[in-house]
């Protein structure tokens, strides 16, 4: 028998390890998961389910808060994708922002539905310690970056502000009086539900204050998220929406559209050229499944 036939049958169980590393790189890839491995995002089944434990930290050294927000904005034309972060988010001008503001105001209603399609969608960045992932284990016990949408946020500000007066207030970035976050999504009408997530009861993260030090003096700047250096500049915005809102651009883009790999996300409305009146698709109101989308569509964008 030829050694190198000989050799492939005897390696076969260790191509099969490897082969099966490479697919769960692609599969990972495929479902939206980040290039920059300084973030973090939970995996889900074929069933649209998933399930980890995390923990919020504190505000990174020299930092204020524990999180920052984000504002971007996802929309097609006949140009393509326009895909970008907000000069909002800075307090600036932003030309998307200035244009809706004007269609908003135009009193004419086909307008307004454009302006509903473009708007701008809010997410958050904070740091969390992973303390479970049943789907990558090899993430426990590390710190990332965690985007997420109002959804998430908004069951955070329940726990900083709670409703009842037999409740106390909870500081869910406490390391020592905080709280892990079971993380468990579903499929609902085929978008990703989160409202069965919810806190534990208040505890250390862990038992040793210099272990928590070092998790608290690895976390990644929030702050620097959002330096201005980290946006285009106005020019540069106002000339991607001219493109994406160009009849001239659009021949090629359908083929583009037809490709896009997404199931039943909550998808941004393709929005006509100015000076078009055909009214825009309404676009449902799941923010994290549209935060899921944008970056995917970033991602491939790239």
Do not use: C
């Not at 590393?21 to 995002?41: H, M, P, T, V």
């Not at 790999?261 to 100015?274: G, H, M, T, Y």
């Not at 899921?292 to 790239?302: T, V």
């Amino acid at each position: 028998m030829n050694e190198s036939f000989s050799a492939l049958k005897r390696q076969r169980t260790s191509s099969l390890e490897r082969l099966t590393k490479e697919i769960n790189k692609l599969a990972n890839k495929e479902q939206g998961s980040s290039s920059d491995d300084r973030y973090w995002q939970p995996e889900v089944d074929k069933a649209g389910n998933g399930y980890a434990i995390i923990r919020f930290l504190p505000a990174p050294m020299n930092e204020e808060l524990p999180w920052v927000r984000m504002w971007n904005h996802g929309f097609q034309g006949p140009g393509g994708w326009y895909i970008e972060n907000s000069l909002t988010t800075l307090n600036q001008p932003d030309p998307v922002a200035e244009m809706n503001s004007k269609l908003w105001n135009s009193g004419n209603d086909k307008d307004k539905e454009i302006a509903r399609a473009r708007k701008r969608r809010l997410n958050y960045i904070a740091n969390i310690y992973v303390v479970k992932d049943p789907a990558h284990p090899e993430n426990e016990g590390k710190v990332f970056l965690y985007k997420f949408g109002k959804k998430i946020f908004d069951k955070i500000n329940e726990k900083m502000n709670p409703e009842f007066d037999d409740e106390k207030p909870l500081n869910p970035f406490d390391l020592w009086a905080g709280a892990n976050f079971k993380l468990k999504i579903r499929k609902v009408e085929g978008y990703r539900n989160y409202d069965k997530s919810e806190f534990e009861d208040p505890a250390p993260l862990l038992e040793d204050d210099d272990d928590m030090e070092a998790i608290w003096k690895s976390q990644h700047s929030l702050a620097e998220l959002v330096a201005p250096d980290k946006f285009k500049s106005y020019d540069e915005l106002k000339a991607r929406l001219d493109k994406v809102l160009s009849e001239q651009a659009g021949y090629s883009r359908k083929s583009e559209e037809d490709d896009v790999p997404f199931e039943r996300v909550a998808r941004p409305s393709a929005a006509p050229s100015v000076g078009k009146t055909a009214p825009a698709k309404k676009v449902a109101a799941h923010d994290d499944d549209d935060l899921e989308f944008f970056n995917k569509l970033a991602e491939d964008d790239e």
